[in-house]
């Protein structure tokens, strides 16, 4: 499933943004 690992990585990578965001503040 190409698909399936792309949408992981985004979701990944989309919280890998949003705690890097919450932690620098």
Same mark, same amino acid.
């Given at each position: 499933?190409?698909?399936?690992?792309?949408? +992981?990585? +985004?979701?990944?990578? +989309?919280?890998?943004?949003? +705690?890097?965001q919450?932690?620098?503040?």
């Amino acid at each position: 499933m190409d698909w399936f690992r792309h949408n +992981s990585q +985004s979701y990944l990578l +989309s919280i890998a943004e949003r +705690s890097r965001q919450c932690h620098r503040r």
